[in-house]
Every structure is written in C-alpha cells, then in structure tokens.
C-alpha cells in the first residue's frame, strides 16, 4: 500500500526518473503533486506494472493531478556532466515546472542536490513507498519510451522501440554492425569488449 505522503498538510511533490541505465536516449524525469483525495488502485512503481496499465494510468495521473512537469536531459549533456549529475538535473527542471511550487520534495533513490531552498527527502525505492513518486515515476518511463518509440523511427535498425535504448544483446549487436548515432551516450560502455584493458 503506498503511502499518501511524507509531510502532511503541504504542497509535497514526488520525483524520479527513467533511463539511466540506456546506452541511447535521454534520461527523463517528472514530478508530480497530486490532490489529497487522489486514488489509482492499479498506481505502483513503473518497473512493477506491465506497459499497458503505464500508459492507462499517464492520462489519469495528468488529468489527476495538481501539477507536473516532465524533462529530457539528451545524451550530449549525459556525457557532458555524467549520468548522475543529469538524473539530478532533469528532476530539477521538472519540479521547477511545477505551480504551485512544492514546500516538500520527495526524491526516489538516494541522491539529490538543494534546490531552491526547497526541502527535500530522499527515499531509497520511494516509487514503490510513496504514490507522489510513483505517479513520477510512470509519467518519466511513459514519456521516455514515447521518446524511443519517435527516434526509433529514424534509426529502426536498433529496435528502440522495443529495447527503449537498454543494453540488450540485439541492441549492442546494432551498435557493432552500424556503429553510434547523435543519441547514444558515448561515455557508456557501449560494446563489451571496451571492458578489456588495451595491452
């Protein structure tokens, strides 16, 4: 049962996002501050529903909420400041969208940085513990795997659609016959074989 929320009695917002383990794409992130009377039974961590109840669930948690925001960080700026730095980043701008600002943040996972002197909880596998995040966390894989599903379709060959950018065999086999594109992060260990030491 997740709960309603960390602070009671004001504007909390929860956060997380999607992708940082892709060799291509963006990293995505949302947040999300959702009324007190809010209730999706089916509501879970992204990584815990199937891809169907994600995207039944994307238009009910927008119609539903009070506020969100969604943000790309794209691959050029991943290897520009590292994956983390960018998780942070994206998160960031995506409370930053959000009116009314929140007076509590609720971030998934165990890393954040100060914002705006907002004060923030971290909360190691919060998307399972807290709807707020949750609900972020379905809107940040919705909007990413719409996002691989688009530039799939100028480079099909990869097969993000169905692989969303992830490490898969397939997906590393494409990378070794065609090489990289302008959205794969090329400070990732992109093919096995960069693991062994040049000697």
């Not at 520009?80 to 998780?87: D, F, G, T, V």
Request: proline residues 6%; glycine residues 4%.
């Amino acid at each position: 049962m997740l709960s309603k929320c960390y602070k009671d009695n004001i504007i909390e917002c929860g956060t997380d996002e999607a992708g940082r383990g892709c060799l291509a794409g963006p990293v995505t992130a949302a947040a999300v501050i959702l009324p007190e009377d809010f209730d999706l039974p089916l509501l879970n961590d992204s990584k815990k529903i199937s891809e169907k109840i994600r995207d039944n669930l994307k238009p009910l948690i927008i119609s539903q909420a009070i506020s969100f925001g969604v943000t790309h960080i794209e691959p050029i700026i991943i290897d520009e400041i590292n994956i983390l730095n960018a998780s942070i980043l994206a998160m960031q701008h995506s409370i930053l969208k959000l009116n009314p600002k929140p007076e509590h943040i609720i971030v998934d996972g165990n890393r954040f940085k100060p914002l705006k002197n907002i004060p923030y909880t971290t909360i190691i596998k919060g998307d399972s513990k807290f709807i707020s995040i949750a609900a972020a966390s379905v809107l940040a894989k919705t909007y990413r795997d719409a996002y691989m599903d688009k530039i799939h379709e100028e480079y099909p060959m990869y097969n993000w659609k169905q692989n969303k950018g992830y490490p898969t065999k397939e997906h590393r086999e494409a990378i070794r016959k065609y090489g990289t594109t302008k959205y794969h992060r090329m400070t990732f260990k992109l093919l096995p074989e960069q693991l062994k030491l040049e000697i």
